[in-house]
């Protein structure tokens, strides 16, 4: 049998009317969570607003950062430009020809010192005033954020205000170090000695150069006419490594011509053969056979060590003469044959009327110019030149040997400029005058290379000191940001989305949210540009100059990116001043000093800054809190209070706001446009001033500090309207 359900159900659990309630029910609840969803969307659009403000507020802490960077980067840049220029001028000091240029550079150096110890101070103080008014710019940017939202299709009318953590700043204390002043006081006072020193060496060096020069001409300059390189060819057939030819100075050395004779004397007594077969010519090369053996001898005595900083040499003496050989062992040495002359002479005498005849014997010794000498006979014993004058011997008939007879063979080539000796000589004289001339230049330079080295090494100090030394800020919400932010404009309940399913009716109230933001590094470069495009900027108001001014400003150009880009810039900056300095000298002090300041540089070792962006980002507003006190303080009181009892009077929070009013308000009187921190004067009172200004952000010029009160104020009546109905999250 078929049962009937009556008008909600038949016999199948289905009728027309069951359906028709069933969709209503459905389109009612759907229309009820779509106008809730609209109440809700309506009345959380308030913590958008909120956050927002709370990243405006914090970015106005975020951009100091950048400004004390910034000043951090020119107090910086202006220590090290001071140390580089200082250090130009000790290495100008070392070469007389830029004297004068080291004066005008130390002058700069301590004036740059001196103006960046007056910026730094100066700085301090404006940073100081700027982050007391970081309160009353948070609080004012906050507010046109809030004020910018006004006015959409649900009738908002925004009313915002931020309070940073912490609410007050430390006080800049800035230190920038005495070495820098103590090294331009003390390259001031040393300046006169280290200069008069570089001047007495470099007029030794240049003597020394001069005698250097003229040897070289004497050993093989003068080619093709008369000097030891010609007179080696054409009178001992030398040629190659034997006797090198030398096209310039620079290349030469004395040990040239020493290893010159070396080779020529041992070539001419290996060579040595009479011009003839007569008696005289044989007697005459005998004693250039000996002559060239004493030469070899006496050449394997001499030397010459030469290092950059040292000279010594020995060039034997050849005889020049008669006189000159008595003094060597060609006079004492017992080389010469001696042999005996017999002659009978018979005598006849009457004695008691008989003749008699008696036979004498006479001896008599004769010293002979070698051993094959015709007249030599049998050759008895040796003998010296010596003995020959110290008489008691005949003349050989033959080979006519005399004392002078070998003062003449030394004579032959000395005296004259077609001998080799004669230039030989020069040079040996020239030799000894170079030693002489490189030892009066070596003490003056020793105490140049002292005085400038201990210079130096305290310029790396100072430098040092000024990497340590730095303006390091903690300003008001370096932890973060607090933003309140109130809607108080009247959005109508069911406006927007009126249904026959839903009856809505009456308004939404004021609604406000709590919003908490904080800074971040982000680790890119996008702080270094900033950085680097202001300090670029202010570099192009330096102007053009030239001389000391115009190495002031090179220095500087380089120096004012050392904060993020390090070693690099400081190296740089010496290169390019280095490269403007003429620092060739006789002496070498130049380009030591040179190599020695860029050594100095290298030992700073200036590691770039870690500058990354500072970007303000959203964050619990409870832990932002956290990390205050006073008002931060009582705000996290407030909220933990609330989380545990949400129905709680919520009068604290006025006297957060209260705390927040006065911090804004006191903060800030007569604040123009901009606000001035310091002026570079890198040139001195005479040079160019270049402003460092920062100017005040648009909204707090907008809003004028009775504003900003009337703001407090009326979020603080809102408050008071909502105690006890509304719990603000």
């Not at 810039?569 to 030591?592: D, Q």
């Not at 957060?656 to 310091?678: H, K, N, P, W």
């Not at 009172?685 to 009775?706: D, F, L, N, W």
């Amino acid at each position: 049998m078929r049962s009937h359900g009556g008008i909600f159900r038949d016999e199948n659990g289905f009728t027309t009317t069951s359906m028709v309630l069933s969709l209503l029910i459905t389109l009612s609840l759907l229309f009820t969570a779509a106008q809730v969803y609209r109440i809700q969307s309506a009345s959380a659009e308030v913590q958008d607003v909120a956050d927002a403000a709370a990243l405006s507020a914090e970015n106005q802490v975020a951009e100091y950062m950048i400004v004390a960077r910034f000043c951090d980067a020119i107090v910086l840049s202006l220590t090290l430009t001071g140390l580089v220029v200082t250090g130009l001028g000790c290495v100008a000091l070392c070469v007389p020809i830029t004297a004068e240029l080291a004066g005008a550079l130390i002058k700069a150096g301590k004036e740059i010192i001196s103006m960046r110890n007056a910026f730094s101070e100066r700085a301090a103080k404006a940073l100081g005033k700027l982050q007391e008014a970081l309160p009353y710019f948070a609080a004012a940017c906050a507010a046109s954020v809030a004020a910018a939202n006004n006015g959409d299709s649900s009738g908002a009318v925004y009313l915002g205000a931020a309070i940073l953590v912490p609410s007050e700043g430390k006080p800049l204390e800035p230190d920038v170090g005495k070495k820098a002043e103590e090294l331009v006081e003390d390259v001031e006072e040393n300046a006169d000695e280290i200069r008069e020193n570089a001047e007495k060496a470099e007029e030794a060096a240049e003597e020394a150069n001069r005698c250097k020069e003229r040897a070289f001409m004497r050993d093989c300059g003068d080619n093709p006419s008369y000097c030891m390189y010609e007179r080696a060819a054409h009178l001992a057939g030398m040629s190659g490594s034997a006797n090198p030819l030398y096209e310039s100075v620079d290349a030469w050395s004395f040990s040239v011509a020493l290893e010159r004779a070396r080779n020529y004397y041992w070539e001419r007594l290996c060579s040595e053969s009479p011009d003839s077969g007569s008696v005289h010519d044989q007697a005459r090369s005998a004693l250039r056979e000996r002559f060239y053996g004493y030469a070899v001898d006496l050449m394997g005595e001499a030397y010459v060590h030469e290092t950059e900083d040292s000279f010594e040499a020995y060039f034997p003496h050849l005889p020049a003469n008669t006189s000159e050989m008595r003094s060597t062992s060609l006079y004492t040495e017992q080389a010469y044959p001696i042999s005996i002359d017999v002659k009978e002479t018979q005598v006849q005498t009457e004695l008691e009327g008989e003749v008699v005849t008696e036979t004498y014997t006479e001896e008599s010794y004769v010293m002979h110019a070698w051993s094959g000498c015709p007249g030599a006979g049998s050759i008895a014993s040796y003998g010296s030149i010596r003995m020959l004058e110290g008489g008691g011997f005949k003349t050989c008939p033959y080979c006519e040997f005399h004392a002078s007879s070998m003062g003449k063979v030394a004579a032959a080539s000395t005296s004259i400029e077609n001998g080799f000796e004669y230039h030989y000589q020069a040079v040996a004289d020239e030799a000894q005058a170079y030693e002489k001339a490189r030892r009066e230049a070596q003490k003056p330079k020793d105490e140049v290379e002292k005085s400038v080295g201990d210079l130096l090494q305290e310029l790396v100090d100072a430098a040092k000191e000024t990497v340590d030394k730095r303006i390091e800020p903690e300003p008001p919400g370096r932890f973060g940001s607090i933003a309140f932010v109130v809607n108080s404009g009247t959005t109508s309940a069911a406006g927007g989305f009126t249904s026959g399913f839903v009856h809505a009716s009456g308004s939404l109230g004021p609604r406000a949210a709590v919003a908490g933001a904080t800074v971040l590094d982000e680790g890119s470069d996008e702080e270094r540009t900033v950085i680097n495009s202001a300090l670029d900027n202010l570099k192009e108001g330096g102007g053009i100059a030239v001389g000391a001014a115009g190495m002031v400003l090179d220095a500087w150009s380089w120096l004012i990116v050392a904060y993020s880009n390090g070693q690099s810039s400081i190296t740089g900056a010496v290169e390019e001043g280095l490269n403007g300095l003429p620092l060739i000298g006789a002496s070498g002090l130049g380009t030591w000093a040179a190599d020695k300041l860029s050594s100095a540089i290298e030992a700073i070792g200036l590691q770039p800054a870690e500058v990354g962006a500072l970007k303000p980002v959203l964050v619990n507003s409870g832990h932002v809190a956290a990390k205050g006190d006073g008002q931060a303080g009582g705000f996290l009181a407030v909220k933990q209070r609330i989380v545990a009892h949400p129905a709680m009077s919520t009068d604290l929070f006025g006297s957060v706001l209260t705390e927040a009013e006065r911090l804004a308000v006191d903060a800030i009187q007569d604040t123009g446009d901009s606000i001035d921190i310091a002026s570079i004067e890198l040139l001195g009172e005479g040079g160019p001033s270049i402003p460092v200004t920062i100017p005040i952000p648009e909204p707090v010029k907008a809003y004028g500090i009775a504003a900003v009160q009337g703001l407090f104020g009326r979020i603080r009546s809102y408050y008071v309207e909502t105690t006890g109905v509304s719990v603000w999250e």
